[in-house]
């Protein structure tokens, strides 16, 4: 395995010159994301089916010829839970990535197992075993030794392979189109601004009332200011805990700012009269302003929690099946949004299951059965899919 390690603007341009005279390529980056807003890029790794070798960022200054790669729909880059690496185009290249692939997408689209560590996806399409990731590696550091090179590049060297096997199940399978269909997903969830949203994803936020809500938006929009400017985790300037405190106790003074656990660190009492500030201007915006509470996403209703085991029952088993994997079918969100969306009457509004391919293998079914026009019985109690689901219309 080679341990080059491109630290030349010039070799840097080569190599992309080369990438696109061949056409497709393996890319993975080394990062760091504990002390920065975003996650520090500290090493790129490449393989095509004539080199391996990585490219430190660090020396490399302009790597916009890359960018531009990634968003060519001429040129096919394999990845491997590549969710980073379509975010460092997106944030660093500002632009979109087009033909990309990720080949442990493509692994839950064929069977069980979502998502597979790169080592346990060598082994299975492969049966090649790898030495395993540098989990404890300081990528920051410099230099990096040969060995901690080597360990990169194999998260590229056995890519294209996986990729070539892979594209042939998918095609035998008729699943090329769901590949295609989830590749375009997963880049538009990346590349989306849901900058206006994200404070509803701190913890406890929807237990709050309105007017607290609006608070900790406040709070919030505060923080990712300051995470901005300091280039720091927006945690490492308000813990979520803290805000969400803050927001239901709506503090009058600094002394009070302060008076909970964990508020005491000096960097946070730094900051009091500042929070203080937000909070109160916070509490003078007219109800109109306040935020509309959304139904948590992590709950059935009591209602809907039998509909909901139900399904999840029976989709457990047509996934095992059909070999594909059910945590990248369905989440407990994308079924309770099912139950709903069908007792609510099926609308034009479709949920997740109910489009695209999953609607192919499993939304489709899963309205039949709560139509009642399918039934079930246990065929092989010792199958991964003990359940048969007989369709009475096919028996006139």
């Given amino acids: 395995m080679s341990s080059e390690i491109i630290e030349q603007q010039e070799a840097f341009e080569d190599l992309c010159a080369h990438i696109r005279e061949v056409g497709k390529v393996a890319f993975d980056t080394e990062f760091v994301s504990e002390f920065t807003l975003h ?10 089916k004539d080199r391996q070798t990585s490219v430190d960022p660090f020396l490399v200054k302009d ?3 890359w960018w531009q790669i990634m968003g060519d729909e001429s040129i096919e880059v394999i990845i491997h839970g590549g969710r980073e690496e379509l975010k460092f185009c997106h944030h660093l290249g500002k632009i ?4 990309v692939f990720d080949v442990q997408l493509a692994e839950g689209l064929l069977g069980k197992g979502y998502p597979l560590s790169h080592a346990n996806l060598c082994r299975r399409v492969l049966g090649q075993v790898i030495h395993g990731e540098q989990t404890r590696t300081d990528w920051r550091a410099r230099p990096l030794s040969a060995r901690q090179i080597e360990y990169a590049v194999e998260d590229v060297q056995y890519l294209l392979e996986i990729h070539r096997r892979q594209l042939k199940r998918l095609e035998k399978k008729k699943r090329s189109d ?4 989830e590749m375009d997903r997963m880049v538009y969830e990346v590349t989306r601004d849901d900058s206006d949203d994200r404070w509803r994803k701190l913890p406890g936020v929807s237990r709050l009332n309105r007017k607290a809500m609006h608070v900790a938006r406040e709070l919030f929009r505060w923080r990712m200011e300051e995470a901005e400017k300091l280039d720091r ?4 300037i308000l813990r979520d ?13 600094v002394k009070d700012v302060t008076a909970t656990r964990g508020m005491e660190q000096s960097g946070i009492k730094n900051y009091a009269l500042a929070l203080l500030q937000v909070m109160k201007d916070a509490m003078k915006a007219p109800d109109d302003e306040w935020p509309t509470p959304e139904v ?3 709950d059935f209703k009591a209602e809907e929690h039998v509909l ?6 029976a989709l457990a088993n047509q996934c095992a099946a059909q070999e594909v994997s059910l945590t990248l079918v369905c989440s407990h969100t994308d079924l309770r949004d099912f139950v709903r969306w069908y007792q609510n009457g099926a609308g034009e509004d479709r949920p997740k299951l109910a489009e695209g391919w999953r609607a192919e293998i499993c939304g489709n079914f899963m309205t039949d059965l709560l139509d009642g026009k399918i039934s079930l019985r246990v065929a092989d109690p010792n199958s991964d899919h003990p359940l048969v689901f007989e369709d009475y219309r096919a028996h006139g």
């Fill in 39 to 48: 996650p520090q890029l500290c090493l790129m790794q490449f393989a095509t």
């Fill in 63 to 65: 790597l916009s010829t």
């Fill in 308 to 313: 909901g085991k139900l399904l999840g029952v």
């Fill in 178 to 181: 769901w590949m295609t269909a």
């Fill in 296 to 298: 948590d996403d992590n």
């Fill in 233 to 236: 985790p927006p945690r490492r």
């Fill in 241 to 253: 805990d803290l805000l969400i405190d803050l927001a239901k106790r709506q503090p009058k003074n």
């Fill in 96 to 99: 979109v990535p087009r033909n």
